[in-house]
């Protein structure tokens, strides 16, 4: 296929808000695919492999600016003083090479199976000289591209889609293309256990649907992470629990998943990132105190004082996040115990579908508790005041709080739910609205005074799973600190754009927006009413939506999750129903 007809689908794709529309747009595209059918999805997603092979193409705007001026003529200072004034490398290239495209006969015409596998030797591309390499073939690219290419050839190499296409609207186009939309929960099944879409999307052309349901977790492939749903009292977590649970520490830490293949181990975060080499200390405690052969475990690494036999802050982790240098000083400096708390497989065998209390029996059995490997604390209990006394010691040891677990025979692992098997209850919960929630920045107010030239307040939203939109629910102004402030500007420049994102829904005019990206951990005094917000709207309320009243930052970057994880309005509305207190006449 030309990579033209991809280019002129993602043209479609960006014009357009709907996202039926969308799902039209790109089962077509898939009908019309054959053999590069997974290179054609690759490409739409803006990658060349799947997140968790960690295979990223690595061009800063800065080749891209080169690779133009070498092609237009005009100077490299010209064309960032353009981007600075437009925002958008591809729409600078496109228009740039126009008028030299269409008076030019092409030497070749651009495929999409050729372009993905130039991507690729980008990607693969390091050492001396590589960004010479990187450079040249993408110069071959531009050289052969006409206009509409040449914007998505730079927006796919700089990382910057900007079309709004989630990993959900491809699943139903999936299900659109090779079935029928009634389809769409068999492949969202076999994508939280194989993440891959451009897999999925070959595996449903060839095959058919249904054979989408023979596949099985793999060893070395993560799978989509089970969630929690909540609740604000141990006492309604214990009736919905039908009277006896489990009860476990919430550790405050990284999310991991380990898969052990013999002596290979590997790492995954929640966002099914390979964080592999960034914790050699625990691997290699993986390989001598996880006693079976092949594993998929579930865990929380947990940055630890082995001296004081305390806890960190979540936030020293970050310190060992994304590390290529000192990597031996930052273990010894910030420890880290990895908290195991599930086994999803063990020894080739699933235990997906085996309750939780037996996969819990198993998990302990396969493991040589040491410094750095432990089983998540647990027990059983039946009455509120057993449940109360583990929460505080839970607190005392310097946890955020407890997870509820079920432990009847349908207590199952569900990858990618988040369903009443699992309750988190942490200590914010004993208030009204004192509860941590998940918001993505989607827009951003000028400062005044002490702001001025930075911005003032972020507009805050979350997220609509059925609609696959980002909704508003407050303006964000406290908790920063003065250098998170000034380094707000720099962290929000990649995803900044000339107007709203097609999947936002906002009835506030922001002076600057953003693509859905950069997520915040936030607290509130309560969730109100609002006129203005477009979190829930109507759902309480005709005419209103539900905003967070006096939000404040909490000081936490939610960079393990993705932004498809941010809080979703169904759990807005069920922290609205429990708050002691409902105010239906309060208007934020």
């Not at 794709?13 to 709907?18: D, V």
């Not at 071959?140 to 609207?169: C, F, Q, S, W």
């Not at 099985?216 to 214990?238: H, N, Q, V, Y």
């Not at 060992?320 to 930052?330: D, I, M, T, V």
Request: glycine fraction near 6%; hydrophobic fraction near 40%.
């Amino acid at each position: 296929m030309r990579f033209l007809e991809l280019a002129e689908t993602l043209d479609k794709i960006e014009n357009t808000t709907k996202r039926l529309e969308m799902v039209d747009l790109i089962s077509d595209l898939l009908r019309h695919t054959d053999e590069d059918i997974k290179e054609t999805v690759y490409l739409l997603q803006g990658k060349v492999a799947p997140d968790y092979e960690g295979l990223e193409l690595g061009i800063a705007e800065k080749i891209g600016i080169r690779a133009l001026s070498s092609l237009s003529g005009l100077r490299e200072n010209e064309i960032e003083t353009e981007l600075v004034r437009k925002g958008d490398l591809g729409k600078i290239g496109e228009e740039l090479l126009h008028a030299k495209k269409q008076a030019s006969l092409f030497s070749e015409d651009l495929t999409v199976r050729k372009v993905y596998e130039s991507l690729l030797k980008i990607s693969k591309s390091a050492g001396e000289g590589s960004q010479t390499r990187k450079l040249q073939i993408l110069l071959d690219l531009l050289h052969n591209a006409e206009p509409v290419e040449v914007r998505y050839l730079l927006r796919i190499v700089t990382g910057k889609m900007r079309i709004g296409v989630a990993d959900m609207t491809i699943v139903d186009s999936i299900a659109v293309a090779f079935g029928a939309k009634d389809k769409t929960d068999l492949v969202e099944s076999a994508y939280n256990i194989m993440p891959d879409l451009p897999e999925l999307a070959y595996r449903a052309m060839a095959g058919g649907i249904d054979s989408l349901s023979s596949i099985r977790i793999t060893p070395g492939i993560p799978i989509r992470s089970m969630l929690a749903e909540r609740l604000p009292s141990l006492k309604e977590i214990l009736e919905r629990m039908d009277g006896r649970f489990a009860i476990e520490y919430k550790y405050d830490g990284l999310r991991t998943q380990v898969h052990k293949i013999g002596n290979k181990v590997e790492l995954f975060s929640r966002r099914m990132e390979n964080i592999t080499s960034q914790f050699p200390d625990i691997v290699e405690e993986i390989r001598k105190f996880v006693k079976v052969e092949n594993a998929i475990l579930d865990g929380e690494a947990v940055p630890f004082n082995m001296e004081t036999n305390e806890m960190l802050p979540f936030q020293e982790i970050s310190k060992r996040r994304g590390r290529k240098y000192y990597l031996k000083e930052a273990i010894e400096r910030i420890p880290v115990v990895l908290f195991l708390f599930d086994a999803m497989m063990l020894n080739n065998k699933s235990l997906m579908d085996t309750p939780y209390a037996n996969r819990r029996v198993k998990l302990t059995n396969a493991i040589e508790e040491s410094d750095k490997i432990k089983i998540a604390k647990s027990r059983i209990v039946s009455d509120v005041e057993s449940a109360d006394k583990f929460f505080n010691e839970a607190l005392e040891a310097g946890c955020e709080g407890i997870m509820a677990k079920s432990i009847d025979d349908k207590s199952i692992y569900k990858p990618g739910a988040r369903e009443f098997l699992w309750i988190k209850y942490k200590r914010e919960y004993q208030l009204e609205m004192e509860d941590t929630v998940d918001l993505v920045v989607i827009g951003a107010f000028g400062g005044q005074g002490k702001r001025s030239g930075g911005y003032g307040a972020l507009l805050m939203a979350v997220y609509s799973r059925e609609e696959d939109k980002f909704r508003t629910i407050c303006k964000l102004g406290s908790g920063f600190s003065e250098e998170q402030l000034d380094n707000l500007p720099r962290m929000l420049k990649p995803y900044q754009l000339k107007k709203r994102d097609p999947r936002v829904e906002s009835s506030i005019d922001a002076d600057f927006w953003f693509t859905p990206s950069l997520m915040l951990e936030v607290k509130g005094a309560e969730i109100t009413l609002s006129p203005t917000h477009t979190c829930c709207l109507n759902v309480v309320k005709k005419g209103a939506g539900l905003a967070i009243r006096f939000p404040r930052f909490t000081g936490r970057w939610r960079g393990d999750k993705k932004v498809d994880e941010t809080t979703n309005e169904q759990e807005i509305i069920e922290m609205y129903h429990s708050q002691r207190k409902k105010i239906l006449a309060d208007y934020a």
